[in-house]
């Protein structure tokens, strides 16, 4: 069974500061792992993902995150963070065959100005 | 891409009634999803809704108390029936549009239901 654990239920940054959300995985085969964002009473928004390639993944609105198979870990980060961003942030694992996503349990995010 | 319209966005309901959520996707999806998230939490599974056929349900999940239509590749309906208050959360739709791994999944702004 796949899983996917965010460790952190708050993060708190200072507008400018980087941020990372924290995100490890559990798989038995090749990991599919994404990112998604939810603004209040909103859907869930893709942000990005990781199949393979690169480790490290650019998405929108300036994040990336960084894959890391050793430490099963796939932390969503951005350079400098906008009070925009505060949001509750997803990470998920997709099992491609059945086509089904298992997510994490979200991280809130607030920056402060 | 593929923008996800869900109706209603939200209904207070009496206990025992049944509401009808419809989602509509404006494009072909290959596979579509309801979920079902308590605000500030995770999304939970309900089902996988397959077209022309019965959609396939997760562990807790049954038919009888929410079955799932799917008609064609852009429309889907959940039924919640015989409503009580431990069915007040709110039900997303979900797409995958894309082929294979490049598909994405895309969400509805959800279905927000109190039951009273």
């Known amino acids: 069974a796949q899983s996917v654990a965010q460790p952190e239920d708050q993060v708190n940054v200072a507008e400018g500061n980087p941020l990372t959300v924290k995100c490890t995985y559990s798989v038995s085969g090749n990991p599919y792992l994404f990112w998604y964002v939810q603004y209040p009473n909103r859907g869930l928004q893709f942000l990005l993902k990781?199949?393979?390639?690169?480790?490290l993944v650019k998405g929108s609105y300036g994040f990336e995150a960084e894959f890391n198979k050793s430490q099963t870990s796939f932390h969503l980060k951005k350079p400098s963070a906008l009070v925009s961003d505060s949001a509750l942030y997803f990470c998920?694992?997709?099992?491609?065959?059945?086509?089904?996503?298992?997510f994490g349990d979200g991280t809130t995010l607030t920056v402060k100005p | 891409s593929a923008v996800i319209s869900q109706k209603p966005s939200r209904d207070i309901c009496q206990r025992g009634t049944s509401l009808t959520i419809q989602c509509q996707v404006d494009s072909q999806v290959t596979m579509m999803f309801w979920y079902r998230q308590q605000p500030g939490q995770s999304l939970t599974l309900i089902a996988t809704a397959n077209q022309g056929s019965e959609a396939t349900y997760e562990s807790g999940f049954v038919i009888d108390k929410f079955p799932i239509s799917r008609p064609n590749l852009t429309f889907s309906t959940l039924t919640v029936s015989n409503m009580s208050p431990e069915d007040s959360s709110i039900y997303l739709c979900s797409g995958l549009a894309g082929l294979g791994y490049e598909n994405i999944q895309y969400f509805g702004a959800g279905t927000r239901l109190s039951v009273l």
């Open positions: 990781y199949i393979t390639g690169d480790n």
């Open positions: 998920a694992v997709r099992d491609m065959g059945a086509g089904k996503s298992t």
